[in-house]
């Protein structure tokens, strides 16, 4: 068994082993000349000592370059997303909620509750939420790309809750090499180009080397209109086209009528649907709405544009000291491109003589509200009199004059899609030194500062403010705003209505820019005691070291960007923020064997290690933390290896959390219990409806939040104190000698995270307000922190006026996943070709969020194999069974590999579903719409549509050939998705919009369909 050694530490390796992990190293036609035999090898990740013999005692899922060249990614998120055990995060899949990155989400339990490592360091981040934009890791030059789960606290911080992803660049290249690449979908749409030239060069006799490393990529978008299943927009509850209640033509609502005495809605006699108007082209009612498909506006694959550049270098000032420095620099564009803009329920004044208002519209204006008490008689707003002498007066002079305030739902498409560009330009440097103190002792000093600034720059979207000015109109050419710039507007009519000079008037881009920063110096001293225990012969090892961190994140958006409701259909205000931490940090780690070369104790080896860290928070004092693990490993013989690893983290709330204020944002929510004709019939309902500040006239006449989103009050808090986590891994590595090309980890991980840092599920907002709903909950805060829109009384609209639900973050939360990781590998000589075998699989038992632990009635939510807008609090869907298998064949000069992914079968979440049926009963609308049964005595109910409550299991294949034309020549071409599968569809509205997209989840099942992939690889 060959074991790495990194005696002399060259750049671009951490100056650290890394634990444990089984690699199959295969020999593929264009490494037999290099004497590749195909033996494993043990990668050591995940610790401070530096000990070449040292098997460390956490599981490491390692992925090579040679897989990353066959699968033939082209970013470092693909590499991960396929990877059991992590859960697909934002990234190119994500259109709607992808802020220009991509992130990494080891075991579904959030993004930020991992490190990403580039050679063992940290790297600046790119969001003021701390987290590592994966885009700028240069993948050209990775050798390896290392997945530690827990225990890595520390070694590489406090913060490692979930673990770290190291990637690992080649050392000491030497030569040239150039790859181009291109992929394209069976479509003929979602070109992906990319080149990467990397030039190395030892110097003075072997002492230094530097490597030099340019890279360009281009990616097109996959319309979402271009699939025949993502093209509508489907209704997860009914499957029915659904679209957006943001339509054209024009959606009005105001107060539904309300009888003086009953204190009920009373029946206006010549318009439906109560306090929501829309007439068509004609200028006719609308007896069935019209909504607007937005599905063939987004994308499945984000516009990508990439140039980055990675340098580093190494020398050896004498045989006991190296000195080393390494920069990388990109400048990223990810476009996301979503459906029109327009103006989204917000609130504007029509004056009832604006010369483009239909006489239909303006008669069900007049009939709003009640204007004076009666017995239970209709009482229009104004008189059929007042209402005809008004359409014709002069102006706000006129005695005659009258106007009424109503919300208006407009979509846009004459000013084209929403456009945002994210430009974010990166860069990170590092400049050491290390060295030894004896034979058996070696220091490291190091220091690194990097930035990232991503300009966020929106097109296409309109303006509330310029809607409002426009929807006063003296005539077609003056607004009675008196501003000679102002274009009034038709709001009334159909698509096209709105004429080029109008939307040009109504829209604006805006921008929102980034920053954030990372300074950072460590000192470590490592290496052995020089002396062993009584029955060991390798020695004690130990490290010990000391950090500094500073982080800096800055958020600054124009006045249109912070102005909430403004911009149409942004999803809420960008506010400034402005915040910083640092952190002093040291930490000591033992690696003690014990017993070695001793029956049924080949070794026998003892780790702990501890880190003290001291937080200083701008504006707000600070804290300190102490973290610790503690592990061993027990080698009894037969190539058997036990080991286990129990450790205490702590994660420190991040600029975002602390300093964000309070803001209006989108969440998603599909069924309103205050919706419907329930609050009707129940007074407490109502009562708690009204509380929540829906106008009495409204209530019968809510509806649910319109595209299944509804509005959600969010922001940070200073006062919040660090989570802490407790994990655990046990496991067994096997290595028979019967077997010598085979090898198997298993391991057993367990992660529980108290007073975590996070904001209520939607799902548990609605529930602890309405779940038991008594006269006494309309006082309960639980309710009234509620705040619903003032003209429907709805949880969608402006955001200026409608906070919706209360989210802040808090420390109230439970966070808890474990499961099995099992590693494989097996090579063989067949005779004519050699066969390399590697499987990889996680089963994850549970993963719960309780999202207030205080409250014996908060719901401790399990969402393995489940999806749901709810069980989208970290990320995508967490099958319960998933795995990877490569088989590849190598011949003389030809490598055939095919990769089989499978994902297990999924549900649509019980509690979710028994949650919509209540909803639903209580709303007064049948739970059967689309079911078996349609007579409603289906005892399981059936909110959600039959077909759309589970996704069957789902296979994946990619299948390459690589061709070793020559000795310089490498060409190699991939079918991705070889049988075409297509994506589960689910409809729109069952899950969290961040990730369930053009009716199915793009972040876990391809959407894109078959494509291929060729590239050729040139190297002297």
Request: with cysteine; charged share 15%; hydrophobic share 35%.
């Amino acid at each position: 068994m060959k074991k790495t050694h990194y005696s002399k530490l060259k750049l671009g390796a951490a100056p650290l082993v890394l634990s444990v992990a089984l690699v199959s190293a295969p020999a593929y036609a264009q490494d037999a000349e290099e004497g590749a035999t195909g033996s494993s090898e043990i990668v050591v990740t995940g610790t401070l000592i530096r000990n070449p013999n040292l098997e460390q005692s956490t599981p490491v899922n390692v992925t090579t370059a040679d897989t990353i060249e066959l699968k033939q990614s082209n970013v470092a998120e693909e590499v991960l997303r396929e990877l059991p055990g992590v859960v697909a995060n934002i990234g190119s899949a994500v259109n709607n909620g992808n802020s220009g990155a991509s992130y990494v989400d080891l075991r579904g339990l959030g993004s930020i509750r991992n490190i990403v490592l580039l050679n063992g360091n940290r790297v600046a981040p790119s969001d003021v939420n701390g987290r590592v934009d994966l885009n700028n890791i240069p993948l050209a030059l990775i050798e390896r790309v290392d997945a530690l789960t827990g225990a890595a606290v520390t070694t590489y911080g406090a913060d490692a809750i979930t673990g770290v992803v190291n990637f690992v660049t080649k050392r000491d290249f030497a030569g040239l090499e150039v790859t181009a690449s291109n992929q394209i979908t069976e479509e003929g749409d979602g070109h992906i180009f990319r080149v990467d030239a990397t030039i190395g060069a030892n110097f003075d006799d072997g002492r230094g080397n530097a490597v030099l490393s340019i890279g360009y990529q281009q990616a097109d978008p996959v319309y979402q209109g271009a699939r025949p299943f993502s093209n509508d927009t489907l209704d997860s509850y009914s499957n029915q086209f659904i679209g957006s209640g943001t339509s054209v033509p024009s959606r009005f609502s105001g107060t539904r009528p309300l009888d003086p005495v009953t204190g009920q809605p009373s029946t206006d006699p010549t318009v439906a649907n109560g306090g929501l108007r829309q007439v068509n082209a004609a200028g006719a009612a609308v007896p069935t709405f019209a909504t607007y498909n937005f599905n063939p506006f987004n994308i499945f694959q984000t516009p990508f544009e990439r140039f980055n550049i990675y340098a580093q270098a190494n020398y050896e000032v004498s045989d006991s000291v190296e000195v080393y420095t390494r920069g990388m620099f990109s400048k990223n564009t990810v476009s996301t491109i979503i459906a029109p803009s327009g103006s989204f329920g917000g609130t504007v004044t029509v004056n009832l003589n604006n010369p483009y208002l239909p006489s239909t519209l303006r008669n069900q204006f007049c009939a709003f509200n009640v204007a004076a008490a009666g017995s239970g008689l209709y009482t229009p707003r104004f008189t059929p009199a007042e209402c005809a002498a008004a359409a014709t007066a002069t102006g706000r002079t006129d005695p005659n004059y009258r106007e009424v305030t109503v919300t208006l739902n407009r979509r846009t498409p004459e000013v084209g899609p929403r456009i945002s560009d994210y430009q974010t330009t990166f860069f990170d440097y590092r400049v050491g030194a290390r060295g030894g103190i004896t034979d058996t002792i070696d220091w490291s000093v190091e220091g690194a500062y990097g930035e990232s600034e991503n300009i966020q720059t929106i097109q296409n979207y309109t303006l509330q403010s310029r809607f409002r000015e426009a929807a006063l109109a003296n005539n077609t050419t003056t607004c009675q705003s008196g501003n000679a710039n102002c274009v009034p507007v038709n709001l009334f009519g159909p698509e096209g209505s709105i004429t080029p000079e109008m939307a040009d008037y109504l829209s604006e881009n805006s921008s929102t820019t980034n920053r954030t920063s990372l300074a950072q110096v460590r000192a470590i001293v490592s290496g052995d005691l020089g002396f062993a225990s009584p029955g060991a012969v390798q020695p004690i090892g130990f490290a010990l070291g000391g950090e500094y961190r500073k982080y800096t994140a800055q958020q600054a958006s124009d006045l249109l960007a912070k102005t909430p409701g403004e911009l149409g259909g942004a999803g809420g205000a960008a506010p400034d923020i402005d915040g910083a931490y640092d952190v002093y940090e040291a930490y000591a780690e033992i690696v003690a064997p014990l017993i070695e070369d001793k029956p049924f104790f080949e070794s026998l080896t003892l780790e702990a290690g501890v880190r003290y860290s001291d937080y200083s928070i701008e504006g707000a004092g600070g804290y300190d933390t102490w973290t610790w693990k503690a592990g061993g490993s027990w080698e009894p013989g037969a190539g058997v290896k036990f080991r286990g690893n129990y450790s205490r983290a702590v994660r420190a709330p991040n600029i975002g959390e602390l300093f964000t204020p309070q803001t209006v944002g989108l969440t998603n929510l599909g069924i309103d219990p205050c919706a419907g004709a329930a609050p009707t019939t129940d007074a407490n309902l109502r009562a708690v409806c009204i509380a929540q500040g829906a106008p009495a006239g409204t209530i019968g006449s809510i509806t649910n939040p319109t595209a299944a989103q509804a509005n959600i009050t969010v922001g940070g808090n200073l006062n919040l104190q660090p989570e802490k986590a407790d994990t655990w891994t046990i496991g067994l590595v096997w290595q028979p000698d019967f077997l010598p090309r085979f090898n198997m980890s298993i391991d057993y991980y367990n992660i529980k995270i108290n007073d975590v840092l996070g904001t209520p599920l939607p799902g548990d907002i609605i529930a602890a307000c309405f779940d038991n709903v008594t006269a006494a909950s309309a006082s309960d805060p639980a309710c009234t922190s509620i705040r619903r829109n003032p003209i429907t009384g709805g949880l969608d609209g402006d955001p200026s006026t409608t906070p919706g639900l209360f989210g802040l973050t808090n420390n109230q939360g439970r966070l808890f996943t474990d499961g099995i990781d099992l590693l494989m590998n097996y090579s063989t000589d067949l005779g004519f070709a050699s066969l390399d075998w590697s499987f990889v699989g996680n089963w994850t038992n549970s993963s719960k969020f309780n999202a207030n632990v205080a409250n014996p009635d908060s719901l401790n939510r399990e969402c393995v194999g489940y999806y749901s807008v709810n069980c989208s609090f970290t990320g995508s869907i967490q099958p319960e069974f998933q795995f990877s298998n490569r088989f590849t064949l190598g011949f003389d000069k030809v490598d055939l590999s095919l990769l089989w992914r499978w994902i297990d079968r999924v549900d649509f979440e019980p509690q979710q579903l028994q949650d919509d049926i209540d909803a639903a009963v209580a709303a007064g609308t049948s739970p059967t719409t689309g079911c078996p049964d349609p007579t409603g005595t289906d005892p399981n109910g059936c909110v959600v549509d039959p077909q759309f409550r589970s996704v069957k299991a789902q296979h994946y294949f990619d299948l390459t050939a690589r061709f070793n034309v020559s000795e310089n020549l490498v060409f190699t071409a991939t079918v991705q998705n070889l049988l075409d599968n297509k994506p589960p569809l689910l409809g729109n509205t069952i899950g969290s919009t961040t990730y369930n997209s053009g009716n199915t989840y793009p972040s876990t099942y391809d959407a894109l369909g078959r494509r291929y992939a060729v590239s050729a690889k040139l190297k002297f």
